[in-house]
C-alpha cells in the first residue's frame, strides 16, 4: 500500500507542477494583475512654517526732519467757525520778519562777549543760540561765521496787530437853498442827474414842505445821499 500511495502522490505532484507550468505560459483573456502601475503613496508631511515679511517702511517716515527757517506767517482764513449767512469769517496776522547779520568769530571770542559788544547786552546770549539753533556755539573757533539777529527780541518772527481802519463815516445831507424859480424836478435833475428823485426830495423835507408845490425862495431843504 506505501508503494502504491507514493505513486499516486508523484502522479498529483507532476499534474500541480503541470498546471502551474500551464497557467503562467498560456495567455489568458482577461490581463494578469501586477502591481508595476500602482500608484506610489508618499507620506504628507505639514507645511514648514512662513516666516513674516516685514512691513516696508514709508518713504516719508526715513528721510530727516527738513530743517526750517524764519518766514513770515501768511494771513490765513478764521477758524472760528463761519459768519452769519454761512460765509467763513477771515482774520489777517501782520508778522514782522526776523533779520540777521553775519559775524566772523575772532580769536578770544565768548558768547558772551560777543552778545555785549553786538547786542549791547550779555544777556541776549539766547538771542544768538536761537539764531543759530544747529551750531555748537560752547566751541567757538576763530574764523567761523554765526549769524546775530538784528532784533534780538525777535527771532522767529514777531507778530503785530494790524492797524485798524476806522469806519466809513455816514454821508450827510447836503442843505440846498431854494432860489427863485425853482421846481422838485429841478433841484432832483441838477444835483441827482433824474427828475424822477423829485418825490424822494418831498419826503425827506415832510416838516417843511406841506405839498411838492411849497417851495418859497430862501427855504433851506436837506438833499440826503442819492438811494442805491
Known sequence: MSDHAGRIFGILAALAVLWIVVYWWWEPSSPRITFDNAPVVEPVSAPLPREPVPEATPTWATLPPEATGPE???????????????????????????????????????????????????????????????????????????????????????????????????PVPVEYTVRPGDTLSGIAKRHYGSVRFAEFIYEANRGVLSSPDDLREGQKLKLPPKPQ
Request: glycine share 12%; hydrophobic share 30%; charged share 30%.
Open 72 to 170: 513770515t506767517i501768511p494771513a490765513q482764513p478764521g477758524g472760528q467757525g463761519a459768519a452769519a449767512g454761512g460765509k467763513p469769517e477771515s482774520s489777517s496776522i501782520a508778522v514782522v520778519p526776523p533779520r540777521f547779520r553775519e559775524y566772523t568769530v575772532k580769536d578770544g571770542d565768548t558768547l558772551e562777549g560777543i552778545a555785549r559788544r553786538e547786542l549791547g547786552s550779555s544777556r541776549y546770549v539766547g538771542a544768538i543760540r536761537e539764531a543759530n539753533p544747529l551750531a555748537d556755539l560752547d566751541r567757538l573757533r576763530s574764523g567761523r561765521v554765526i549769524r546775530i539777529p538784528v532784533d534780538p527780541e525777535n527771532i522767529q518772527g514777531k507778530p503785530v496787530d494790524p492797524p485798524k481802519t476806522e469806519p466809513a463815516a455816514e
